[in-house]
């Protein structure tokens, strides 16, 4: 008789990504050294019509960056994380807090989401250096066509 192989750890990191959301490469680097596998699953609301194309755009361009990366996969998704977690089978969800206000409603969502549907949440604390600049404002900057980079870690090789 041989022993069942234990399930792999899969985690749902879930948002409404754009490749410079700041603390994102960071919070899934450290997610690899917890989990097996990382679905990164980019929320869409599928009832507007502008919200394919940035999704598709989101989705080629967070594709690209850990298109060498064979324990994540990136996927859109219109409905509740839960959903997509439990389609996937995983058990967790790895969520990226930049700040205490972040952290607070993060480990609501937690709270909420192990109760209602069975989820465990990992909560990371984006790095120090990260935590004073919000994916908003890096938004804002875009739209007057401001250069980003310069807030923008290296993406690890």
């Known amino acids: 008789m041989t022993a069942k192989s234990p399930d792999p750890r899969i985690a749902v990191f879930a948002g409404s990504f754009n490749p410079y959301t700041i603390g994102h490469a960071d919070i899934l680097r450290r997610g690899l050294e917890i989990f097996d596998r990382i679905d990164i699953c980019i929320g869409v609301n599928f009832n507007k ?10 989705l080629a361009e967070i ?18 994380t839960a959903d997509y977690a439990k389609k996937i089978g995983a058990h ?3 969520r990226g807090a930049r700040s205490v206000k972040d952290f607070e409603y993060e480990r609501e969502m937690a709270d909420a989401n192990r109760a209602v549907f069975g989820l465990e949440t990992v909560i990371l604390l984006a790095q120090p250096e990260l935590s004073w600049i919000s994916s908003s404002l890096v938004r804002e ?3 007057y066509g401001q250069d980003v980079s310069q807030f923008l870690p290296p993406i690890p090789q």
């Open 49 to 58: 019509p502008e919200a394919h194309a940035q999704a598709r755009d989101r």
């Open 63 to 80: 594709l690209r960056l850990y298109a060498d990366e064979p324990r994540v996969t990136v996927n859109i998704w219109g409905g509740l």
């Open 92 to 94: 967790f969800l790895l």
């Open 141 to 143: 900057l875009q739209a």
